[in-house]
């Protein structure tokens, strides 16, 4: 089944209060608190207290995802893996790289039941790279390997 999300964010500042509008499926709105971070937030700050040694860590994520809004994250981390520790699915060099393996539970935010949404484990280098991930589901399971890995040149922003 095909479903449309359609919508976008206004924020009054950052990180993110604000307020999502959607227009599909159907009209709504949904308040964000200070709390919530977006996907490069998320990542860039997981990725810190990774490196901090943290082995839990808690946010509340706005994805554009799902029509029901932001969701709560637990990160669980382990022990950083030295760089060639890890088995890679190719060679190329942004995958010789530390990294971590994270398995996520998301949860809606005011849920109050014990077992996540779903939850997704990846295998994350120190560059923002992913070369595994799986994604779990109450009934069913994604798995998903790395196939292909380019170097870009940067570009000038203005």
Known sequence: KKESLKGNVKLKSAPGIGTVVYQEPKKGTVKLSEAVVFPISHLIKTMDQAEKGARLVPYVLFDGASK???LRVNTFI??????GSIIMPMSHDLLNRKGWTMRMAFYPVNSQEAAPDYELEIVQLSNGVVPFAVQEFSDFSIEMTLKKLETVKPMKCS
């Open 78 to 83: 382990s022990k950083s893996h030295v760089a």
């Open 68 to 70: 029901e809004g932001p």
